[in-house]
Nanobody, 124 residues
């Protein structure tokens, strides 16, 4: 049974930092590209960041470039999202996801597995 479990969300003031982690089990993690998405109330689920299977390539939404960093540790089956200089508009539920193929990292429908999400709230 495949499981992706996010952790590290919480409440932080604007300008602060949070580090989200996603622990994967039940799959050959190094065979999967992974991504982070977020969804605010009443809005669609949006791409945040992605990383390929080896970790050699990363992808970011324009809104988070220079502030967020995605990384992965295939030995530990984890992917991490370091979020700095947080803004109130970063408030959302953040989801970790895994995909088989080498197609677009930006499209939610390309991902086969999803975590349950972790809430990030940034106060002004």
């Amino acid at each position: 049974q495949v499981q992706l479990v996010e952790s590290g969300g919480g409440l932080v003031q604007a300008g602060g930092s949070l580090r989200l982690s996603c622990a994967a089990s039940g799959l050959r993690f190094s065979f999967f590209g992974t991504g982070w998405f977020r969804q605010a109330p009443g809005k669609e689920r949006d791409f945040v960041a992605g990383i390929n299977r080896s970790g050699s390539n990363t992808y970011y939404a324009d809104s988070v470039k220079g502030r967020f960093t995605i990384s992965r540790d295939n030995a530990k089956n984890t992917v991490t999202l370091q979020m700095n200089s947080l803004k109130p508009e970063d408030t959302a539920v953040y989801y970790c996801a895994a995909k088989y193929s080498s197609t677009s990292y930006y499209t939610p429908t390309e991902y086969a597995y999803w975590g349950q999400g972790t809430q990030v709230t940034v106060s002004s």
